[in-house]
């Protein structure tokens, strides 16, 4: 789920008004019809003015070379003003992508076109709205701007330590002027909390008990001088001459801490007056807001009631595919959800506890993705080897986060994609559930469809889509199912399923939480009685879908759109149809909405009718 780019409000650069020195010097409005060497240069000219606006993203894919070195020392800007910069850059570049007479392009750079129209639109839309982090290209658009899996205080550290580069002199100093730029940035955060508070918007109580106490533990982080800002410098200036170390500490003890105690503050303000209520509804223009997201997240137009009923019949459909299988390792009584209770309880599938354990994990998952490596010659015609690592999320982040969630690496190569586990107690897992979360976060899922995504232009590596990315990890659950992964191990298919059911209860939960007025509860009981997930994992997925409305919703939507796209392959093509040129043509087309991977479709149907 983790996008190496995200443009969000917080990542703005005040000031640019949507004019940058770039958009300046490269090409305007194009007349009609463009040549395909201009529609290049256009497309270019914007995805420079988006890294204006995030410097990280620029270090997230490699970009900050040469004479964008600059922007390796730079943060964005989280106040009201960066929110207005960043929403006339999207309509001045909308604009010009619209003057554009597509129909004289080959299909790549349409298809790109599309994209950007898309993304643009639909964020411009979010940017109506009067509060929320809203993204442009992402997956993580929230009504909160600070609470317990969203704000600076989570994503600086993990940057810093994880994606920073540190390789000399220039670097370290660069990572100082960084980490100096965040108080303002996390005072910006603070103003729009503030504001949105001001507006009646304050997140539920069991949100903010979650947020207060891991703000706490980053206070006392910054504070430490073993903490991650101190250490993410000293582990990797060794060899380079400097008072690192103390320059970092002076910062990160200092301003760093009091932005975060100014945070803290507002906070412990809001749980004063929050209630338990979960869902958008209860929120000023939250009905508004959840149909924004749902549109966001599916990039379709599909209503809440619409996509509760789909939830519901996928649901009753992958329950019948477990039924048997459940039956021939013996449990017969019971419902689906209450026999995979008792398999979740069976102490031949769980892990020891404490480090011993978490070394267990950390073994497992690196013999499954070196399985699932070796079988994708099976599945695509022009295979990758990405350059990946699988990493334990950090402490401080564990509490609130997902059981796992990875992404790709950086557009150069030099940064790897990463598989981030969460490790907090090793009974957030199973040995049948921790394949699929390999197919479904690194091969073939996020980590493999990004490898394809950083050769295609720089717009389109930085521009996604939930439905598309969180359906391509679902499919990549799929063909990792139809290469055999489970094949020996019934319970492992069982754990596949499982995940494939908890995806349409989230179709359920999602929109009974936002939209039918459900409690936390009436949630939580949903993924434990009917599917029998573990509820300790469940606790923090269902704090999840109130933190990121609509969210959720994008999996299974998009992996039935892809699914269903690949049947309509099959049912025009007949004998012609070939598994490995529809997978390598779905993935050469990058990530894309639903209506314009219709599109991608048709090209290879196109093309292999000859």
């Given amino acids: 789920m983790e996008s190496h780019f995200q443009v969000t409000r917080r990542q703005a650069l005040s000031g640019i008004g949507g004019v940058s ?87 790549a750079t349409r298809t790109s076109f599309e994209v950007v129209d898309s993304a643009f639109s639909t964020a411009l839309d979010g940017f109506a709205l009067p509060y929320g982090e ?20 989570i994503d600086f550290p993990r940057f810093m330590t994880a994606t920073h580069p540190v390789r ?104 004063a007056v929050a209630d338990m209520d979960p869902g958008l509804w209860s929120q000023p223009r939250g009905d508004e807001w959840y149909a924004w997201a749902l549109r966001a997240a599916t990039t379709t137009r599909l209503s809440p009631e619409e996509i509760h009923a789909i939830g519901l019949a996928e649901l009753e459909e992958i329950h019948a595919k477990m039924d048997p299988i459940l039956v021939k390792l013996g449990y017969r009584d019971g419902s689906v959800g209450q026999r995979m209770k008792a398999l979740g309880e069976d102490r031949r599938f769980m892990f020891a506890d404490g480090d011993p354990g978490r070394a267990e994990i950390m073994a497992f998952l690196h013999e499954r993705l070196a399985w699932i490596k070796a079988q994708m010659p099976r599945a695509f015609e022009r295979p990758v080897d990405p350059n990946m690592e699988i990493r334990r999320l950090p402490v401080a982040e564990e509490p609130g986060a997902p059981n796992a969630y990875g992404g790709a690496g950086s557009k150069d190569g030099k940064i790897p ?30 980590v493999w469809q990004g490898e394809y995504s950083n050769q295609l232009p720089t717009i389109r590596s930085m521009l996604s889509f939930s439905a598309f990315s969180e359906g391509w990890a679902l499919y990549g659950e799929q063909l990792a199912d139809e290469l ?107 990530n894309v909405p639903m209506d314009v991977l219709s599109k991608t479709v048709d090209r290879y149907i196109a093309r292999a009718r000859g």
């Fill in 484 to 590: 055999g992964a489970y094949v020996d191990h019934p319970e492992w298919r069982l754990g596949y399923l499982q995940d494939q059911a908890w995806r349409a209860c989230r179709l359920i939960a999602d929109t009974g939480l936002h939209h039918m007025r459900w409690t936390r509860q009436q949630a939580l009981d949903l993924f434990v009685e009917r599917n029998g997930s573990n509820p300790l994992e469940m606790a923090s997925e269902v704090d999840r879908y109130c933190s990121w409305p609509g969210q959720a919703c994008s999996y299974k939507i998009g992996h039935t759109a892809i699914v269903r796209e690949r049947a309509r392959g099959q049912a025009a093509l007949g004998d012609r149809f070939d598994l490995k040129a529809f997978d390598q043509a779905v993935v050469d087309g990058g």
């Fill in 168 to 271: 000399d002199a220039a670097d370290a100093e660069y990572y100082l002027d960084r980490i100096a730029a965040i108080p303002a940035q996390l005072d910006g955060e603070l103003e729009r909390i503030r504001a949105a508070r001001a507006m009646g918007v304050v997140p539920p109580g069991f949100l903010l008990d979650k947020a207060i106490a891991a703000m706490k533990k980053s206070i006392a982080d910054a504070r430490s001088r073993e903490g991650a800002y101190v250490d993410g410098l000293t582990s990797r200036t060794a060899g380079i001459p400097g008072e690192w170390g103390n320059r970092a500490f002076a910062i990160s003890s200092g301003p760093i801490a009091a932005a975060l105690e100014r945070q803290l503050a507002e906070l412990e303000a809001e749980r």
């Fill in 417 to 446: 994609g990463r598989m981030w586990i969460n490790l907090h107690t090793t009974d957030l897992h199973r040995t049948y559930t921790l394949p699929t979360l390999v197919h479904h976060e690194a091969i073939p899922g996020h």
């Fill in 134 to 153: 809203i993204t442009v290209g992402g997956w993580r658009n929230a009504p909160y701007a600070v609470i317990q899996n969203v704000g600076g205080y």
């Fill in 21 to 107: 020195a770039i958009a300046l010097s490269g090409c305007t409005t194009l007349a009609s019809p463009a040549g395909q060497g201009e529609a290049a240069a256009l497309l270019d000219d914007i995805a420079w003015r988006l890294l204006e606006h995030s410097p990280t993203g620029a270090t997230a894919m490699g970009l900050d070379v040469g004479e964008h070195a600059e922007l390796r020392g730079k943060l964005g800007d989280s106040s009201p003003a960066g929110d207005r910069a960043l929403a006339a850059t999207l309509r001045s570049a909308l604009a010009q992508v619209r003057a554009v007479d597509t129909a004289v392009l080959d299909p």
